[in-house]
């Protein structure tokens, strides 16, 4: 169970403000960690992303998708996942806060707040 809920609430961290940058900006790689989970996020720039989530040391997602930003939402539709913990379909949206060349800060839907660093 809190290995699901590590999921939703990686997955579901939101970056709330892209007004002075486009959806371009988010284009790269980038990696989120603490001491209990870790979030890696490839977004491309046709579109489609990539990632996976580590919980106490265990992959628990790793998935594929499609990805858009419209105004300050960082929109997800997920094409799969090798170990079926996301749907095929499913969507998940987070509210950018701030994108930065080396980083993106973005809000959960339960409020916390995750600061991505870009590795490449």
Not at 18 to 23: F, G, K, Y
Not at 32 to 60: M, P, R, S, W
Not at 104 to 120: H, M, P, Q, V
Request: aromatic share 12%.
């Amino acid at each position: 169970m809190k290995a699901v809920l590590a999921l939703t609430l990686c997955l579901m961290a939101s970056c709330a403000g892209l007004r002075s940058s486009s959806p371009r900006s988010l284009v790269g790689e980038w990696r989120y960690a603490d001491k209990i989970q870790a979030c890696h996020y490839v977004f491309n720039q046709d579109g489609t992303f990539k990632g996976e989530v580590v919980y106490h040391a265990k992959l628990i997602s790793k998935f594929t998708g499609r990805w858009s930003v419209d105004g300050d939402t960082l929109f997800y539709t997920y094409i799969s996942d090798a170990l079926d913990r996301i749907p095929a379909g499913a969507t998940d949206r987070d509210n950018l806060l701030s994108v930065q060349r080396g980083f993106f800060i973005i809000e959960a839907a339960d409020g916390s707040k995750r600061k991505y660093l870009r590795i490449r």
